[in-house]
Nanobody, 113 residues
């Protein structure tokens, strides 16, 4: 059974960096593309970034140049490097697999001004 477990959230000052991680219980290649989403309090969950099984990446416009999705196949882990953080980046960050579709429990990132 596929399970995803996020970690690496926390409190960071504006302008700082954070790197949430998503550990999968199976080989990443089997899951096809991996995604990061985020959900701010009282708002809908929004797509942040995607990495395909082939390594191609794509980002939401507001994250381009600040966020980088990557993976470590040996650890079955996907990362989201977040730089130049802003208070509006405060959200719970979720990873999601494609095949099958599974969600992690989320990790909270809070950016203070």
């Amino acid at each position: 059974q596929v399970q995803l477990l996020e970690s690496g959230g926390g409190l960071v000052q504006a302008g700082g960096s954070r790197r949430p991680a998503c550990a999968a219980s199976v080989t990443l290649f089997k899951l096809n593309a991996m995604h990061w989403y985020r959900q701010a309090p009282g708002k809908q969950r929004k797509w942040v970034a995607t990495m395909t099984s082939g390594g191609s990446t794509n980002y939401a416009d507001s994250m381009k140049g600040r966020f980088t999705i990557s993976r470590d196949n040996a650890k079955n882990t996907v990362y989201l490097q977040m730089n130049s953080l802003k208070p509006e980046d405060t959200a719970t960050y979720y990873c999601c697999s494609t095949l099958p579709t599974r969600w992690g429990q989320g990790t909270q990132v809070t950016v203070s001004s």
